[in-house]
């Protein structure tokens, strides 16, 4: 680290998150297996050699009535390092110069989701009883996979940087079918163990209502690699409280083009 620059490296282990799964009482569909869903998150939630990006960061603090109290911007650098399924951790690293401080620490919730959903999914494909598995309601319609937390931990806000201290609650993948392959779309979550108080700059003491993220993929082909691999392309952290709602909204994009093969990116 410069003096005109700070970086944070995170370290997400598999046992964070670890926490008991329950699926719907309808039971899994038999129209996708969860054995195809495995092989497609083996394929798109894997290692890949470190990846610079480019993070937008932008973020808005609104009262209870919805009046605008704080909107800010910035951005920073974010070095992915994959989700590193087979060591059960994923890692990152964020830097952003000494004026852009506050943009860092916002954007760590988001940062956090992206390696978060590939950990999560991989997990929970193993747990018992199994996923719930919603088919599409019509053709060109996605397929839903979600899966419910019990036994939740209290919810914990870590206030200096805005994301939890546990990952506890319900997760949902959206994925749709090209000819024989699984695409991942989209990925969100909510959190249990709510309400629970906080302190959150520009909003002070709260108690904590809601805590959601929402993430949107992009399929990238990386050079020597025929294997497709996601990307983020946006995540939306939306922290709800009694006095007021913080959305913080990640936009990512590779820091250099030639770095990635082809991008597609997924409506």
């Given at each position: 680290?410069?003096?005109?620059?700070?970086?944070?490296?995170?370290?997400?282990l598999?046992?964070?998150?670890?926490?008991?799964?329950?699926?719907?009482?309808?039971?899994?569909?038999?129209?996708?297996?969860?054995?195809?869903?495995?092989?497609?998150?083996?394929?798109?939630?894997?290692?890949t050699?470190?990846?610079p990006?480019?993070?937008?960061?932008?973020?808005?603090?609104?009262?209870?009535?919805?009046?605008?109290?704080?909107?800010?911007?910035?951005?920073?650098?974010?070095?992915?390092?994959?989700?590193?399924?087979?060591?059960?951790?994923?890692?990152?690293?964020?830097?952003?110069?000494?004026?852009?401080?506050?943009?860092?620490?916002?954007?760590?919730?988001?940062?956090?989701?992206?390696?978060?959903?590939?950990?999560?999914?991989?997990?929970?494909?193993?747990a018992?009883?199994?996923?719930e598995?919603?088919?599409p309601?019509?053709?060109?319609?996605?397929?839903?996979?979600?899966?419910?937390?019990?036994?939740?931990?209290?919810?914990?806000l870590?206030?200096?940087?805005l994301f939890p201290?546990?990952?506890?609650?319900?997760?949902?993948?959206?994925?749709?079918?090209?000819?024989?392959?699984l695409?991942f779309?989209?990925?969100?979550?909510?959190?249990?163990?709510?309400?629970?108080?906080?302190?959150?700059?520009?909003?002070?003491?709260?108690?904590?209502?809601?805590?959601?993220?929402?993430?949107d993929?992009?399929?990238?082909?990386?050079?020597?690699?025929?294997?497709?691999?996601?990307?983020?392309t946006?995540?939306?952290?939306?922290?709800?409280?009694?006095?007021?709602?913080?959305?913080?909204?990640?936009?990512?994009?590779?820091?250099?083009?030639?770095?990635?093969?082809?991008?597609?990116?997924?409506?």
């Amino acid at each position: 680290m410069n003096r005109k620059a700070f970086a944070q490296t995170m370290l997400l282990l598999g046992t964070v998150f670890c926490c008991a799964v329950a699926a719907s009482q309808t039971g899994p569909s038999t129209d996708v297996s969860l054995d195809r869903l495995s092989k497609a998150a083996k394929v798109y939630f894997r290692d890949t050699a470190e990846l610079p990006m480019n993070i937008a960061v932008t973020t808005v603090v609104t009262d209870a009535a919805g009046k605008l109290k704080r909107q800010s911007q910035g951005s920073v650098d974010f070095l992915f390092h994959g989700y590193n399924p087979r060591s059960d951790k994923g890692t990152f690293t964020v830097s952003a110069g000494i004026f852009k401080r506050g943009a860092m620490k916002e954007s760590m919730g988001g940062n956090n989701a992206v390696v978060f959903a590939g950990l999560m999914l991989r997990d929970g494909l193993q747990a018992t009883p199994s996923p719930e598995i919603l088919q599409p309601a019509g053709a060109g319609q996605p397929f839903i996979v979600r899966l419910n937390a019990t036994q939740c931990q209290a919810f914990k806000l870590k206030e200096s940087s805005l994301f939890p201290g546990n990952y506890c609650g319900r997760w949902e993948y959206r994925l749709t079918e090209s000819g024989n392959d699984l695409r991942f779309e989209h990925f969100s979550f909510d959190s249990a163990g709510l309400p629970t108080q906080a302190k959150i700059a520009y909003l002070g003491d709260v108690q904590v209502l809601g805590f959601h993220f929402d993430e949107d993929f992009q399929q990238a082909f990386l050079p020597g690699d025929a294997k497709p691999f996601l990307l983020p392309t946006q995540v939306v952290t939306t922290i709800t409280t009694d006095r007021g709602t913080v959305t913080i909204t990640n936009q990512y994009a590779p820091r250099d083009e030639k770095a990635v093969f082809q991008i597609d990116r997924i409506p």
